[in-house]
């Protein structure tokens, strides 16, 4: 372990330079992965904005059936043709989603659910031979860093990533906040930096102040969560001053399915993250697709 006597204090992001290995591919720190994983790359981050919307439905792995998700055979087929990525569990995709025309990203660990006082202990619960058959894009991981179930949490994350390494197949890892996890800067660099030097080709985390520095401190893309249900204006806001702070996309999932317009909702954040709409300009989108009145 190094010794942190002596450290230089002051922090330095760098926030006026662009990351410099980015080569020609434009998905951030995969310049030097093979073909297999740029190509399962290129289907989650669209080459032309960079970007991506993914729409995770993962919930029911430990929450059960939320609101919005009671019957995932009615609500998802309605959001597909509307986002770029589905991201949810094998059972959700085999039993109520149609084979689609469309990049998946399957949620691999599991271990923990509602009743639990302590969600943090998880195991890898999918073999990697069933992505494959899946044809997945990418795998995601749930890590709980500064939790009990921290050492189980990157034992997860690393056989998945030894594992998709061995099969090209990009790991996304999932920053998870719950007790002595706290949603600051300082916490969410910790964390994101962590799982991507680990091997994650992705993290998703949470929106925060000082967001730009927490992106310029990961060397991989990452993409927000989009958490409990807001107003769709300030889900949006969220959203816009994420793709400001060098988000490459967002990964939500109530502040989709829980709108009362859904597909209008995904309409309105893929506008902010393919088409630089702002905020304002996603929210008329929103309220003139959803025809709601002023
Ligand atoms: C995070 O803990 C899990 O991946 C969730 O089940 C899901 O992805 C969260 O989506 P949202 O917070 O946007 O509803």
């Given at each position: 372990?190094?010794?942190?006597?002596?450290?230089?204090?002051?922090?330095?992001?760098?926030l006026d330079r662009e990351f410099a290995v980015?080569?020609?591919?434009?998905?951030?720190?995969?310049?030097?992965?093979?073909?297999?994983?740029k190509k399962r790359l290129a289907n989650i981050f669209n080459p032309k904005s960079g970007n991506t919307v993914m729409f995770a439905f993962d919930h029911g792995y430990f929450m059960g059936s939320v609101s919005g998700l009671e019957r995932l055979d009615i609500t998802i087929p309605r959001l597909v043709d509307h986002?770029?990525?589905?991201?949810?569990?094998?059972?959700?995709?085999?039993?109520?989603?149609?084979?689609?025309?469309?990049s998946i990203v399957l949620r691999v660990s599991s271990g923990s659910?509602?009743?639990?006082?302590?969600?943090?202990?998880?195991?890898?619960?999918?073999?990697?031979?069933d992505s494959i058959r899946m044809d997945a894009d990418g795998i995601a991981v749930q890590v709980f860093i500064g939790a009990d179930g921290q050492l189980s949490s990157i034992d997860t994350l690393s056989r998945a990533i030894n594992a998709g390494m061995r099969y090209s197949i990009p790991v996304l890892g999932v920053v998870a906040v719950g007790k002595n996890m706290e949603r600051t800067d300082q916490y969410f660099k910790l964390a994101t930096r962590i799982i991507a030097e680990l091997g994650a080709a992705i993290v998703k985390t949470y929106y925060c102040d000082k967001f730009e520095e927490v992106v310029a401190a990961c060397p991989v893309p990452i993409?927000?969560?989009?958490?409990?249900?807001?107003?769709?204006?300030?889900a949006l806001e969220m959203a816009f001053r994420s793709i400001q702070g060098g988000a490459r996309g967002l990964d939500m999932g109530r502040n989709i399915f829980q709108s009362l317009h859904p597909v209008e909702m995904a309409g309105a954040i893929g506008k902010i993250v393919h088409e630089k709409f702002t905020a304002s300009q996603a929210w008329e989108y929103y309220r003139d697709t959803a025809k709601i009145k002023q």
């Open positions: 372990m190094a010794d942190t006597d002596g450290l230089k204090v002051e922090k330095n992001y760098h980015s080569g020609d591919f434009h998905v951030k720190g995969a310049s030097n992965l093979d073909w297999g994983m986002v770029d990525v589905l991201m949810t569990t094998r059972g959700a995709f085999r039993t109520s989603v149609a084979p689609p025309r469309k659910s509602m009743l639990d006082d302590d969600l943090s202990h998880e195991v890898l619960a999918v073999d990697i031979e993409v927000v969560a989009g958490g409990k249900k807001l107003p769709e204006r300030e």
